[in-house]
């Protein structure tokens, strides 16, 4: 489709296709935004290609689409990136190296672009204590080769913070119209059981991702100084039970809970990394996933984003579950 004017607001999004970029492409239009997409030639852009935003074919790896892509963007959110591989060494190349390329691209193509949106993660930053989440001066620990090529990425960004503004986000876990990875909860539910690893109670933050998308718009329309960090989410702390109990109400469904010992999930996280090694491909539970599994908790205070972006969470649980549950049917998911 043709792309539609906007007075000056131009944004270039990578990783558009997916869960988070897709819903950010949506909000930015209805922000006025002028968008335009990088895509991979093998991602599937149909839902995009209705929309008024320029598509433009080409990877993290393809200098001369990125340079194609940039021309006029004077916000960037980078959202592209994997959350699954079959080894260190192909997280790093897409998560870390794919954000330098981008960087050093648009360093020399974009005139001082407004904001550099870079969409980093929790894992980043590793698990926290049970009696305190994370805050953004707490140092970096992370456990999964994930969340190291996460935050090898940061540094990429962090190198750029002089020549043109950057800033940092760090999601919790995401939830909302669109994802793919939690729906397996709601897929337990609706079938009368939640599956978990171990007997002891894990807590985490939860973000919805209509929330997640204002706090990208909020970043990138920011004057904050460049090289900031923040995290994002609500600042209630959830238990897989809690989660569970709203699920089940959304989808008028009773549930058992049934627990697996660790060493059961250390088990399948070897067959994981032994059938990738064996066949190069890439499986949902591996060591690497599980590791981050059995941390027991995986909390952040978002106090810093509430203060210096104005980012106000409005989904809170209950509607934000019924949100994701209608969703899920229309598509004929649950």
């Known amino acids: 489709m043709v792309q539609r004017e906007s007075d000056g607001k131009t944004a270039l999004v990578t990783g558009a296709t ?81 954000t330098s390329t981008l960087l ?4 020399e193509t974009v005139p001082r672009p407004v904001r550099f949106v870079h969409t980093s993660s929790l894992a980043a930053a590793g698990p926290s204590a049970l009696d305190r989440p994370l805050t953004e001066e707490d140092t970096p620990k992370p456990v999964s080769w994930y969340g190291e090529s996460k935050l090898a990425a940061e540094e ?33 539910i609706q079938r009368g059981c939640l599956v978990t690893p171990g007997r002891f109670t894990r807590q985490f933050s939860l973000i919805h991702v209509g929330d997640l998308v204002d706090a990208f718009i909020k970043a990138g329309e920011s004057t904050i100084p460049s090289g900031e960090v923040f995290f994002i989410s609500r600042p209630e702390i959830h238990t897989w039970e809690e989660v569970g109990r709203e699920i089940a109400r ?38 690497q996933k599980v590791r981050e599994l059995l941390q027991p908790s995986w909390t952040c205070n978002s106090f810093k984003a509430r203060s210096v972006l104005g980012f106000n969470p409005a989904i809170e ?18």
């Open 18 to 98: 997916g869960f988070i970029g897709g819903n950010l492409v949506h909000a930015l239009l209805q922000k006025g935004y002028s968008v335009t997409c990088l895509v991979r030639d093998c991602s599937d852009t149909r839902l995009l290609q209705k929309l008024p935003v320029r598509l433009v074919p080409g990877s993290l790896e393809d200098s001369t689409s990125i340079r194609n892509a940039a021309k006029g963007a004077r916000v960037i959110f980078h959202i592209a990136g994997l959350t699954k591989a079959p080894n260190r060494d192909k997280f790093f190349l897409v998560n870390r190296k794919g």
């Open 104 to 107: 050093e691209i648009l360093s």
């Open 156 to 188: 990429e960004v962090r190198k750029y913070a002089n020549a043109f503004p950057v800033t940092i986000l760090r999601p919790s876990a995401v939830y909302g119209p669109g994802d793919m990875d939690i729906y397996v909860i709601f897929k337990m």
């Open 250 to 287: 959304a989808l008028e469904k009773k549930f058992r809970r049934f627990f697996f010992p660790k060493w059961l999930a250390l088990t399948a996280g070897a067959a994981g990394d032994f059938y990738s090694l064996l066949t190069g491909n890439t499986v949902v539970l591996n060591m």
């Open 317 to 334: 649980l209950k509607s934000g579950v019924s949100d994701t549950v209608q969703w899920y049917r229309q598509q004929g998911y649950l």
